[in-house]
């Protein structure tokens, strides 16, 4: 099971949501304020907001597979999870002592999404930005450059490559946080497989987890990772 939990920023909830602060621990509230923009600062609370407000509650039959918020009265006092939030080494967050509950939060532009799940779980939301191509053919595998670039040079210029490298790299990012190993454990062993919607490793082609794809906003890619 799976269920992505979406907020979007706007002029209109931003102050609303930041007055929201007081609801989190003293830990998640130095957290949070680390962030000198603002909108940096509400992205982070939103996904620690959702989090919390919805630990408890997502396998609930109200939540749908996405769900989308604007409007930050819902999160309330009587909603917040009892559990820890506790993080490892590499930053990925769990809930102490929790073995029922696996979450992943992530946020790019206006957007901040939380993936709950009964199992491990890796989310990214990218906005579809400007990437420099011959950077991407770089760093990625042949596998992957082979789905991005189709033997076009790597100063290809059209939107549809754009995309695709856009696609890989939220995709590569949903793996690692899964994973929990970050990028540093190299994103050139592993590539996507778009047809079945899995990553696998470069050597053996064994699949290493699944990918889900949330359709989030045209303007951007969002994907979940995990073993189901």
Not at 12 to 17: H, K, R, T
Not at 126 to 152: M, T, V
Not at 170 to 182: D, F, I, R
């Amino acid at each position: 099971m799976i269920k992505l939990f979406v907020f979007k920023i706007s002029e209109e909830n931003e102050d609303i949501l930041l007055d929201k602060m007081s609801l989190l621990s003293y830990e998640l509230i130095q957290k949070t304020s680390g962030y000198r923009i603002k909108r940096d600062r509400a992205l982070s609370l939103s996904g620690k907001l959702m989090l919390l407000c919805f630990a408890e509650r997502f396998k609930n039959d109200e939540f749908k597979e996405i769900n989308h918020i604007t409007d930050p009265s819902v999160f309330k006092k009587e909603y917040l999870s009892e559990s820890t939030v506790v993080f490892g080494t590499n930053g990925k967050g769990y809930l102490e002592g929790r073995s029922d509950v696996f979450f992943n939060i992530s946020h790019s532009k206006d957007y901040c999404v939380c993936a709950f799940s009964d199992k491990e779980i890796g989310v990214d939301i990218q906005e579809i930005r400007k990437i420099r191509f011959d950077a991407a053919k770089k760093f990625f595998s042949a596998k992957d450059n082979k789905f991005i670039f189709s033997g076009q040079g790597c100063d290809t210029q059209d939107y549809e490559t754009l995309r695709k490298i856009n696609m890989v790299w939220c995709a590569k990012e949903s793996y690692v946080k899964y994973t929990g190993k970050g990028i540093g454990g190299g994103i050139k062993s592993f590539y996507e497989d778009f047809d079945d919607m899995t990553v696998r490793d470069m050597k053996d082609g064994k699949i290493l987890a699944r990918l889900m794809k949330f359709e989030v906003d045209e303007g951007y890619f969002c994907f979940c990772s995990n073993n189901g």
